[in-house]
């Protein structure tokens, strides 16, 4: 039974609930022949395995938008302890892309909680030269940072984490697999934390050039890496895993430019 269908240039969107099996939201494009959908392409909506439940709607602009129930990446008996369970996304503006695709972004009016802007300008990232942390200070933030693989295999930020490195969250991209990954193996020193590393395939035109837009509130990391979405869950136990870093791994990779904006609260 789907959730959503909606009509772009006579081709057909469908979202469908995921399955206990495969923890993942689908996608479903194609059009629509005698009043019957005929599917030509699938996907998943967030490739993190943690945004469940999604429904769509659009708004007074056409856009298409998205919200999620995240779910928890820690224990029933962790969520029983702490009283709570769960969280909305953010809101995603949903499209279409040429080749049978689809583009996630976040929308625009998130900019509107934008303060403390801070910029960071070009410099190279190897894997023995991972670049300057930043303690960030608070728990909800937006960055964006862009990247030019070179000789690099694999880039992406580590966030939250910790001074010495205890606790460490990896969200990259593998350009020799073309996958985003999620690298939990480290990420929190709870025995209830779920700390295994997920990746999926993801299609990207252009392997050498990547773009990390992420948020950052708590214990919710979502990003648009060039258009695909990927979302987790991180509980570090140390109150130091404030910090914010970026890395490469088989070569190096030059950041172009990476910005960071705290967050204010929307109540």
Request: aromatic share 8%.
């Amino acid at each position: 039974m789907c959730l959503v269908c909606l009509l772009w240039a006579e081709k057909a969107f469908y979202c469908t609930p995921p399955t206990k099996e495969s923890r993942f939201t689908s996608y479903f494009i194609g059009g629509y022949r005698q009043s019957e959908f005929e599917p030509e392409a699938r996907g998943k909506l967030d490739l993190g395995g943690y945004f469940y439940a999604g429904t769509t709607f659009a708004d007074a602009e056409g856009r298409r938008i998205a919200i999620g129930w995240l779910k928890e990446r820690r224990s029933r008996e962790a969520s029983v302890k702490v009283g709570w369970c769960g969280c909305l996304s953010l809101p995603r503006s949903l499209s279409l892309t040429p080749g049978q695709g689809m583009k996630s972004e976040p929308i625009s009016e998130l900019r509107q909680l934008r303060h403390n802007h801070r910029h960071f300008g070009t410099r190279t990232v190897t894997a023995s030269e991972p670049g300057a942390l930043r303690d960030l200070g608070v728990r909800a933030m937006e960055i964006v940072a862009e990247f030019e693989l070179g000789t690099a295999l694999e880039v992406g930020l580590r966030v939250p984490r910790s001074p010495q490195g205890e606790e460490e969250m990896l969200i990259g991209y593998n350009a020799l697999a073309n996958e985003l990954y999620i690298d939990a193996t480290n990420a929190s020193m709870s025995p209830d934390a779920d700390n295994r590393r997920s990746a999926d395939a993801i299609r990207l035109s252009d392997r050498r050039h990547v773009k990390f837009h992420m948020f950052v509130d708590h214990s919710v990391i979502e990003a648009c890496v060039n258009g695909s979405a990927i979302t987790t869950r991180v509980y570090p136990l140390l109150k130091q895993s404030r910090s914010i870093g970026v890395f490469a791994k088989g070569g190096a990779a030059r950041l172009v430019a990476m910005d960071l904006w705290d967050m204010r609260s929307i109540w």
